[in-house]
């Protein structure tokens, strides 16, 4: 849930660029010492280029005359969720570059189920003979802000980063027997996630840093871990240094 009323700032947005230029450096520095091969800092990653997006936007929307004021969780020291991705993904929305497909693909996620490619492919599917199917292959993430009890082992309140890919066919008996790993989408019955990476974030008690925990990758063998790092590690530095 987002944070509740009382433990919301309303700051300029001077303030807030300040802050979420600050928080970016510190999940920026984290990333960089991560194995970024094998899927677990993706989470991550997604969680970063929404920041990134979030700064730009409120740049671009804010200047001597004109001005919005930032809502941010004091409880979590960090953007209010709600308007992160809602900043994130009006960002998204005003890309038109066809460059940016992936960009903002990625982006709208955090907003649902989105295209990232449609493949065509060969596969028996577990029957004798080839045909020709087409598969989509879509992304979500899913962020939330955690509110829970000292006892647990996780600092609270934390960030909740799960970041998704699933694929979508006609071809029911691809679905059924291509993938080594898969999990039946709950509101979509003709998708089946593929891919999840999840992880979590606090700050210190003491030091109020940024502590990342890593909840774990589940994956087909089918997915390219190593193709979809490269996509986002050039995703982050490009948009982080135009940022």
């Not at 700051?11 to 194995?35: C, G, Q, S």
């Amino acid at each position: 849930m987002p944070g509740s009323v009382e433990t919301v700032e309303i700051i300029d947005y001077k303030e807030a660029l300040k802050r979420i230029r600050i928080l970016k450096t510190e999940l920026l520095n984290k990333l960089a010492v991560l194995d970024k091969s094998k899927g677990e800092s993706f989470w991550l990653s997604l969680y970063v280029l929404a920041i990134c997006a979030q700064e730009r936007l409120i740049s671009s929307l804010n200047d001597e005359l004109i001005s919005s004021s930032i809502p941010w969780d004091m409880e979590s020291n960090l953007p209010l969720i709600s308007a992160t991705i809602g900043d994130a993904v009006s960002y998204a929305e005003r890309l038109r570059d066809p460059k940016d497909y992936l960009l903002k693909a990625l982006l709208l996620s955090l907003s649902g189920w989105t295209l990232l490619s449609t493949e065509k492919r060969e596969c028996a599917c577990n029957k004798n003979k080839l045909q020709e199917i087409s598969v989509d292959v879509l992304a979500q993430t899913n962020v939330q802000i955690m509110k829970i009890s000292k006892e647990q082992p996780l600092g609270w309140p934390y960030i909740d980063v799960n970041f998704l890919i699933g694929v979508q066919s006609d071809n029911q008996d691809h679905l059924g027997h291509h993938y080594s790993f898969k999990e039946q989408s709950i509101r979509h019955q003709d998708l089946i996630i593929i891919f999840s990476s999840k992880g979590a974030m606090f700050r210190g008690a003491s030091s109020r840093e940024i502590i990342r925990y890593q909840k774990g990758v589940r994956q087909a063998e089918q997915f390219r871990t190593d193709k979809m790092a490269g996509i986002l590690s050039g995703l982050v530095n490009s948009f982080n240094k135009a940022a």
